[in-house]
């Protein structure tokens, strides 16, 4: 076997690096601009739903909520000082800077998906240029970047996606079942995804994903060793209960807390039927004596909303886009406008472009995985067949879905599935250019030992593809961060008309 040489200076010297980077394009110029952007009118409305007790509806779990409400109470957010009505609502002076560090709390959640990224890479033996370039992608892609900047809940989602992936590799990974380390993972794997489920439902596909990938692993595990199929089928079924109850006991926890927050009367009531309305406080159906739902009651009730609610939003919207447009960044969005200056959301031209083709290439290696067998594709070949199957399965449990659903979508709801493209990009990379050939017995030596693997025909089309993403990120920096142009500037910047 290869000597393997673990997290070495050269992976924390770039692991120090892309940190550094992914704090500084995230935190720069958060102050500005001084106004609403996009669903910050919504988001900011809901943390002052919480500090009023005023009860409200949104069609999403409630963590990332709570966390924007609980640094505004931190850090003294008065309520009754700012309305939260429309885009492009100048924020009151003696307000902002509060507001400032409620989008902080997004900004820190989307600076560090990025190490978390990187980790992943390292867990999934990806060489340092690969994983650097796929890190890269994911760093300077101003979809991502602009998406954690704001009062917002969705960094929130990506950083617990990512933490995921990582704890559930890492939980793959330990050999010895009911080891620490293997305890210790799997309880990361299940706190993470119960945290990614109390933000949004999207993170759905991701959960999906790593849940077949579970069982799938007990099922192999079975198949190769057949005398011990009893154990280690219970075992499996054993920590698969204890996952799933783990990540159901946070997400209703989560909304227990939410509605202890919330006991007055507020906009939300418009949507609930008055037997959930007579468990609030001072409603005309609690003093007329109407028998009040009870707080599992209602959380059922509340969730029949959310799917009515979504299932009934427009179709259509000027900035709407469908999902096979979004793997070729066909159309963005526009956050903010403000004279010359606009905030124009999109994803990375090159790594966008690029993520698709490694999908592609992914999807076509597996196809031929399936035709010719294992006994045509051994070693590196086989483990990237396996981590391969399980990458483009996150990315179509991410994507797919929106081929059914008809309520307005947005460029946004792509980036779940683009994390994981990112990550079958790099796989692609290392398959394709191989630093060396696999050793015997099918082992793989995936580290790069030094920045020197830069200096390799690899590392050389990994710079050089880092070079084209980080060219596109400084092309469309004054849509990422609202810098002002002239109209000759912007059009010389809408390289397709549907920007």
């Not at 690096?17 to 110029?29: E, G, P």
């Not at 997004?106 to 060489?127: D, H, K, Q």
């Not at 190769?224 to 209703?252: C, D, E, F, M």
């Not at 159309?331 to 124009?344: E, F, P, V």
Request: aromatic share 16%; hydrophobic share 50%.
């Amino acid at each position: 076997k290869p000597r393997d040489p673990g997290f070495n200076h050269a992976w924390l010297l770039l692991f120090l690096l892309l940190t550094a980077l992914s704090l500084f394009t995230h935190v720069y110029d958060l102050d500005k601009p001084s106004s609403c952007v996009f669903d910050e009118v919504h988001f900011g409305g809901f943390a002052n739903g919480y500090l009023t007790g005023k009860h409200f509806f949104d069609i999403h779990p409630p963590l990332s909520k709570l966390l924007l409400a609980a640094v505004g109470y931190s850090v003294g957010v008065d309520p009754n000082a700012f309305n939260w009505k429309s885009i492009g609502q100048e924020f009151p002076p003696e307000e902002a800077p509060k507001f400032y560090y409620m989008r902080l709390m997004s900004t820190l959640f989307g600076a560090f998906t990025i190490p978390v990224f990187f980790l992943t890479c390292y867990e999934l033996r990806f060489s340092l240029p690969a994983a650097t370039l796929a890190t890269v992608m994911l760093l300077f892609d101003q979809c991502f970047l602009m998406i954690s900047r704001y009062i917002l809940t969705d960094s929130t989602l990506y950083f617990f996606i990512a933490l995921s992936v990582y704890t559930s590799i890492k939980f793959w990974k330990v050999d010895q079942i009911t080891s620490v380390a293997w305890t210790f993972w799997g309880l990361a794997s299940a706190v993470s995804l119960g945290l990614c489920a109390s933000v949004k439902w999207t993170a759905l596909g991701t959960i999906g994903a790593i849940g077949g990938r579970h069982i799938l692993t007990v099922v192999a595990t079975v198949i190769r060793t057949p005398k011990n199929w009893q154990s280690i089928a219970l075992n499996g079924l054993h920590s698969g209960v204890i996952i799933l109850s783990i990540i159901i006991a946070l997400y209703l926890g989560f909304w227990v807390v939410h509605y202890e927050l919330l006991p007055n009367p507020g906009p939300g009531d418009a949507y609930m039927t008055p037997a959930f309305r007579a468990r609030i406080e001072g409603t005309p159906e609690n003093k007329q004596g109407i028998e009040p739902l009870g707080i599992l009651e209602s959380i059922w009730e509340v969730h029949r909303t959310m799917l009515a609610t979504n299932s009934g939003l427009q179709a259509e919207h000027p900035w709407g886009t469908y999902w096979y447009q979004w793997p070729l960044a066909i159309k963005g969005l526009t956050y903010w406008s403000g004279g010359q200056a606009h905030l124009y959301l999109m994803g990375n031209p090159a790594s966008w472009w690029g993520s698709t083709m490694g999908v592609l290439l992914l999807v076509a290696y597996l196809l031929s995985h399936v035709i010719y067998g294992d006994a045509r594709l051994q070693g590196n070949s086989t483990r990237v067949a396996h981590t391969g199957a399980f990458l483009l399965a996150g990315f179509l449990l991410n994507w797919a879905p929106y081929v059914a659903i008809t309520r307005v979508c947005f460029v946004y709801h792509y980036l779940p599935a683009v994390y994981f493209a990112f990550l079958i990009t790099g796989l692609m990379v290392d398959f394709l250019l191989p630093m060396q050939p696999p050793a015997a017995h099918g082992q793989y030596r995936p580290y790069g030992a030094s920045l020197a693997d830069f200096l390799t025909p690899k590392g050389l089309v990994c710079c050089v593809a880092m070079a084209a993403v980080t060219y596109c990120f400084v092309v469309f920096l004054p849509w990422t961060y609202g810098w002002p142009l002239s109209t000759a500037e912007h059009d010389a910047r809408r390289w397709l008309d549907s920007w």
